[in-house]
């Protein structure tokens, strides 16, 4: 209990005397501790040491890395900058018997890197006793040896170092020998028994005294052998070796078995005092392990492999000892040479993944460590990255290398990169390792949504259904997720006026372009609309493509004919000359279609007349001219009923009909209130001649026919004649087909036709422009009988059709 007492004072008397010493040069500290000391113990605060700025310790992520295959024995405390113990640190075990016991280890900081040499000085502690290589020395003694004979002893071994290991030795209190301790070349103490009375084997042949071997350290640790003296007769001479020292250089591959050297003693004396055995003096344990020695060849071998990495040198001492116990020693020193063994190690210390790519060039991304345990040229180690990729090494501190970027990066290119670092090292053969890094590309909103095509037209036949798709865009953004996810929408604009999205929308997630109203190709034949695609990235990119939309026309009109047209209580009745002769142009129906193209192309048919023989129409043009030369045979009235069919699928039809005089003058004319050929104008003849009857006065029959003239001049042309027919062609309203199919009339006209009685020609005065635009809509097909009294007491029966599709 005394002993444990004294043994906890002195380890808190070694901390007590701890020493710290910091050197400023390269930034490096060195501090002193002693061994044994326990976990979490404080060395030192190396912050402040280092004039580092505590509160950034966490950010920056300070560690503490060892060398080689070095334990990790401290550790930094990030919260105070103290450098702690963190395993437990025994000197001997880590230096052996070596004097000198440094451990070095650095301080790495990263954001920007950062190293620190720190050295650890241990200090040896007394932790070890002395001890013998055995527990008995056995000594054999020739009674012939005179008074003052000295026998060298085995020395004790303590693995401690300086003055904790072995001071002195102590001889228990006997009648024949007293001791005698001398020092060694090398420092170390060895002991020798000193004959002070001479011996007698009669009175005793044997005996034991008890030899203890006493350190420097506070307390003081001790070790005890027995000596065995056995009294011989004489054995004057002691065994001598042929070298003091012996040095060997020995390769750290050598097999195992390879004879390292071979230690010779001579012994002066004959037969059995001469005859030697050779053991270990002095060997620590770890040389014991590793080495082995015959004891009757002397010859030292290789047990196990030699690290040179590990242990560099080994001193063992090695003594020869006769059959009686006389002893010579000598040092083996042996220095293990370096052989390249040790391939390079590649530790990744830091990788900054993914990496954006907008970084720039030359940007950090990683810190990369290389380490050989082999030394010289055969730990000088060079690295390099594979090629093809944008990174380099770059050197940064003693070992570290920064993996900086060389090109610019791009993720729709190359989303990650596997980098193949290769270390070797100057050696021969030199030796190398590879480690490959995994680096991912991060996502930048670099890419706008470009459109698959750069213009789109779409084409939609009218009378579609409002809200049916008609077309679809579709843009590609190569960003990720939502860098490149795309959206759609229409720019707002203008159609005639008409808000763009009020025709067309677009659906923001597929691009689908949907009707919004159904298309009338005969208000709307074409238009633009501008679609936008953006992502939604943030600042979100985007593109847009201009839409070309063309309404298809479909046959949904009916053609309209122009002439003749009868409108209100006006009817025109044309005059064919009697003399008329075949091929002669009588009249022309005239007609057009809203529709385009082939559904605006027309064809004439007579599909009723009086008498069929007499007249035939132009199937494109519509004049209807004499078949055969006019005869007196022929009836005087003549009844024509025309369809006009267009070319649209399924074809539509406009019919009319044209009332022909044979005669050269209306004089000549019979009364013509019975020219009908349609029954259903009979009721409103019948009714219209009552009227006109019951009218008794001239003036009133006058002013109603002042007033039916004036009221059909407001209304629509007519025309009255008789004779040859002129039509103009001009008649037609604008952005109308005309009759022949062969363009666009842009303008109509009004006009006119002054009938003189007994003239057989017509005069046309034509007035202004008719500007009211297309036709009505809504207007269907009528008739209604009329008669107009002219100023001579004339009536004319007449069927008045209004045509409109």
């Given at each position: 209990?005394?002993?444990?007492?004294?043994?906890?004072?002195?380890?808190?008397?070694?901390?007590?005397f701890f020493v710290l010493t910091a050197h400023s040069v390269y930034g490096d500290v060195t501090y002193s501790l002693p061994e044994e000391m326990k976990r979490g113990s404080v060395i030192g605060n190396v912050a402040k040491d280092l004039?580092?700025?505590?509160?950034?310790?966490?950010?920056?992520?300070?560690?503490?890395?060892?060398?080689?295959?070095?334990?990790?024995?401290?550790?930094?405390?990030?919260?105070?900058?103290?450098?702690?113990?963190?395993?437990?640190?025994?000197?001997?075990?880590?230096?052996?018997?070596?004097?000198?016991?440094?451990?070095?280890?650095?301080?790495?900081?990263?954001?920007?890197?950062?190293?620190?040499?720190?050295?650890?000085?241990?200090?040896?502690?007394?932790?070890?006793?002395?001890?013998?290589?055995?527990?008995?020395?056995?000594?054999?003694?020739?009674?012939?040896?005179?008074?003052?004979?000295?026998?060298?002893?085995?020395?004790?071994?303590?693995?401690?170092?300086?003055?904790?290991?072995?001071?002195?030795?102590?001889?228990?209190?006997?009648?024949?020998?007293?001791?005698?301790?001398?020092?060694?070349?090398?420092?170390?103490?060895?002991?020798?028994?000193?004959?002070?009375?001479?011996?007698?084997?009669?009175?005793?042949?044997?005996?034991?005294?008890?030899?203890?071997?006493?350190?420097?350290?506070?307390?003081?640790?001790?070790?005890?052998?027995?000596?065995?003296?056995?009294?011989?007769?004489?054995?004057?001479?002691?065994?001598?070796?042929?070298?003091?020292?012996?040095?060997?250089?020995?390769?750290?591959?050598?097999?195992?078995?390879?004879?390292?050297?071979?230690?010779?003693?001579?012994?002066?004396?004959?037969?059995?005092?001469?005859?030697?055995?050779?053991?270990?003096?002095?060997?620590?344990?770890?040389?014991?392990?590793?080495?082995?020695?015959?004891?009757?060849?002397?010859?030292?071998?290789?047990?196990?492999?030699?690290?040179?990495?590990?242990?560099?040198?080994?001193?063992?001492?090695?003594?020869?000892?006769?059959?009686?116990?006389?002893?010579?020693?000598?040092?083996?020193?042996?220095?293990?040479?370096?052989?390249?063994?040790?391939?390079?190690?590649?530790?990744?210390?830091?990788?900054?993944?993914?990496?954006?790519?907008?970084?720039?060039?030359?940007?950090?991304?990683?810190?990369?460590?290389?380490?050989?345990?082999?030394?010289?040229?055969?730990?000088?180690?060079?690295?390099?990255?594979?090629?093809?990729?944008?990174?380099?090494?770059?050197?940064?501190?003693?070992?570290?290398?920064?993996?900086?970027?060389?090109?610019?990066?791009?993720?729709?290119?190359?989303?990650?990169?596997?980098?193949?670092?290769?270390?070797?090292?100057?050696?021969?053969?030199?030796?190398?390792?590879?480690?490959?890094?995994?680096?991912?590309?991060?996502?930048?909103?670099?890419?706008?949504?470009?459109?698959?095509?750069?213009?789109?037209?779409?084409?939609?036949?009218?009378?579609?259904?409002?809200?049916?798709?008609?077309?679809?865009?579709?843009?590609?953004?190569?960003?990720?997720?939502?860098?490149?996810?795309?959206?759609?929408?229409?720019?707002?604009?203008?159609?005639?006026?008409?808000?763009?999205?009020?025709?067309?929308?677009?659906?923001?997630?597929?691009?689908?372009?949907?009707?919004?109203?159904?298309?009338?190709?005969?208000?709307l034949m074409s238009f633009k609309m501008i679609i936008l695609a953006r992502d939604n990235g943030s600042p979100p990119l985007s593109s847009n493509v201009t839409v070309s939309v063309f309404i298809t026309d479909e046959n949904d009109n009916?053609?309209?004919?122009?002439?003749?047209?009868?409108?209100?209580?006006?009817?025109?009745?044309?005059?064919?000359?009697?003399?008329?002769?075949?091929?002669?142009?009588?009249?022309?129906?005239?007609?057009?279609?809203?529709?385009?193209?082939?559904?605006?192309?027309?064809?004439?048919?007579?599909?009723?007349?009086?008498?069929?023989?007499?007249?035939?129409?132009?199937?494109?043009?519509?004049?209807?001219?004499?078949?055969?030369?006019?005869?007196?045979?022929?009836?005087?009235?003549q009844n024509l009923v025309v369809s006009v069919k267009d070319n649209g699928e399924p074809s539509l039809t406009a019919t009319c009909s044209l009332y022909l005089l044979i005669s050269d003058n209306l004089a000549e004319v019979p009364e013509?209130?019975?020219?009908?050929?349609?029954?259903?104008?009979?009721?409103?003849?019948?009714?219209?001649?009552?009227?006109?009857?019951?009218?008794?006065?001239?003036?009133?029959?006058?002013?109603?026919?002042?007033?039916?003239?004036?009221?059909?001049?407001?209304?629509?042309?007519?025309?009255?004649?008789?004779?040859?027919?002129?039509?103009?062609?001009?008649?037609?309203?604008?952005?109308?087909?005309?009759?022949?199919?062969?363009?666009?009339?842009?303008?109509?006209?009004?006009?006119?036709?002054?009938?003189?009685?007994?003239?057989?020609?017509?005069?046309?005065?034509?007035?202004?422009?008719?500007?009211?635009?297309?036709?009505?809509?809504?207007?269907?097909?009528?008739?209604?009988?009329?008669?107009?009294?002219?100023?001579?007491?004339?009536?004319?029966?007449?069927?008045?059709?209004?045509?409109?599709?």
């Amino acid at each position: 209990m005394d002993r444990e007492c004294r043994w906890s004072a002195g380890m808190i008397l070694c901390f007590c005397f701890f020493v710290l010493t910091a050197h400023s040069v390269y930034g490096d500290v060195t501090y002193s501790l002693p061994e044994e000391m326990k976990r979490g113990s404080v060395i030192g605060n190396v912050a402040k040491d280092l004039g580092l700025e505590v509160n950034k310790l966490s950010y920056r992520k300070a560690r503490i890395d060892t060398e080689g295959n070095q334990k990790r024995c401290c550790d930094i405390n990030q919260n105070t900058g103290d450098l702690t113990v963190a395993e437990r640190i025994d000197r001997e075990e880590i230096c052996s018997d070596r004097i000198s016991c440094i451990l070095q280890c650095e301080l790495v900081l990263e954001g920007p890197l950062e190293l620190h040499r720190i050295m650890l000085k241990i200090d040896d502690v007394n932790d070890n006793s002395p001890s013998f290589q055995r527990d008995v020395i056995k000594i054999e003694i020739s009674e012939s040896v005179t008074k003052g004979g000295r026998f060298r002893l085995n020395e004790a071994h303590d693995a401690d170092i300086g003055t904790n290991a072995v001071q002195s030795y102590n001889l228990q209190r006997n009648n024949y020998f007293a001791l005698s301790v001398n020092t060694n070349a090398d420092g170390g103490k060895y002991s020798e028994l000193v004959l002070e009375k001479e011996l007698d084997r009669e009175q005793q042949d044997e005996m034991t005294i008890i030899l203890t071997a006493v350190d420097g350290g506070s307390p003081p640790r001790s070790g005890t052998a027995a000596i065995h003296v056995i009294v011989l007769d004489a054995n004057d001479n002691a065994p001598v070796f042929s070298q003091s020292v012996y040095k060997v250089s020995l390769s750290e591959n050598s097999p195992l078995d390879t004879v390292v050297v071979t230690v010779t003693a001579t012994d002066a004396d004959e037969g059995p005092n001469g005859e030697i055995e050779y053991e270990f003096s002095r060997i620590s344990d770890k040389a014991r392990k590793i080495f082995s020695l015959d004891h009757k060849t002397g010859q030292i071998k290789v047990l196990q492999h030699l690290d040179f990495e590990e242990e560099s040198k080994f001193e063992i001492r090695v003594q020869a000892v006769d059959s009686y116990g006389l002893t010579g020693d000598t040092k083996v020193s042996v220095n293990i040479t370096d052989v390249n063994d040790n391939i390079p190690v590649i530790l990744v210390k830091f990788i900054n993944s993914p990496v954006h790519e907008d970084t720039l060039i030359g940007a950090e991304v990683g810190i990369i460590n290389f380490q050989d345990r082999d030394s010289k040229e055969n730990g000088q180690v060079h690295c390099s990255v594979q090629e093809n990729v944008p990174f380099k090494l770059v050197p940064s501190i003693k070992n570290y290398y920064s993996l900086v970027t060389t090109g610019e990066l791009d993720r729709e290119l190359v989303s990650d990169y596997n980098i193949t670092i290769t270390a070797t090292d100057e050696g021969f053969p030199p030796l190398s390792s590879s480690k490959t890094i995994h680096l991912s590309i991060a996502d930048v909103n670099d890419n706008p949504p470009l459109f698959e095509e750069q213009f789109y037209s779409v084409h939609i036949q009218e009378n579609n259904k409002p809200g049916s798709s008609v077309s679809k865009v579709a843009a590609k953004d190569p960003d990720w997720r939502q860098n490149g996810t795309v959206v759609y929408s229409v720019i707002p604009s203008d159609v005639n006026g008409t808000p763009v999205s009020s025709l067309l929308s677009v659906n923001g997630d597929t691009g689908v372009i949907h009707a919004v109203k159904s298309f009338d190709y005969e208000q709307l034949m074409s238009f633009k609309m501008i679609i936008l695609a953006r992502d939604n990235g943030s600042p979100p990119l985007s593109s847009n493509v201009t839409v070309s939309v063309f309404i298809t026309d479909e046959n949904d009109n009916f053609p309209q004919i122009l002439y003749p047209s009868l409108e209100g209580n006006t009817f025109m009745t044309e005059m064919v000359p009697k003399a008329a002769q075949s091929g002669s142009l009588v009249s022309k129906v005239i007609a057009v279609d809203a529709d385009s193209g082939q559904n605006s192309w027309l064809s004439y048919h007579i599909v009723k007349a009086t008498d069929s023989g007499l007249f035939t129409i132009g199937e494109h043009n519509g004049e209807i001219r004499m078949k055969r030369d006019a005869s007196e045979s022929d009836n005087m009235k003549q009844n024509l009923v025309v369809s006009v069919k267009d070319n649209g699928e399924p074809s539509l039809t406009a019919t009319c009909s044209l009332y022909l005089l044979i005669s050269d003058n209306l004089a000549e004319v019979p009364e013509l209130k019975d020219m009908s050929y349609d029954d259903s104008s009979s009721k409103l003849t019948f009714y219209l001649i009552i009227g006109l009857v019951s009218v008794s006065t001239f003036f009133l029959t006058f002013i109603i026919i002042i007033l039916a003239v004036r009221f059909c001049h407001s209304r629509k042309p007519r025309m009255l004649f008789d004779g040859a027919v002129s039509i103009p062609t001009a008649y037609l309203p604008p952005n109308y087909a005309e009759v022949d199919g062969m363009g666009t009339l842009r303008s109509t006209y009004n006009y006119d036709a002054y009938l003189t009685t007994g003239s057989r020609t017509s005069d046309f005065k034509f007035i202004s422009p008719y500007n009211n635009g297309t036709l009505s809509a809504d207007l269907t097909l009528q008739k209604t009988n009329c008669i107009v009294d002219d100023l001579t007491g004339l009536a004319v029966d007449c069927d008045q059709v209004q045509y409109t599709c």
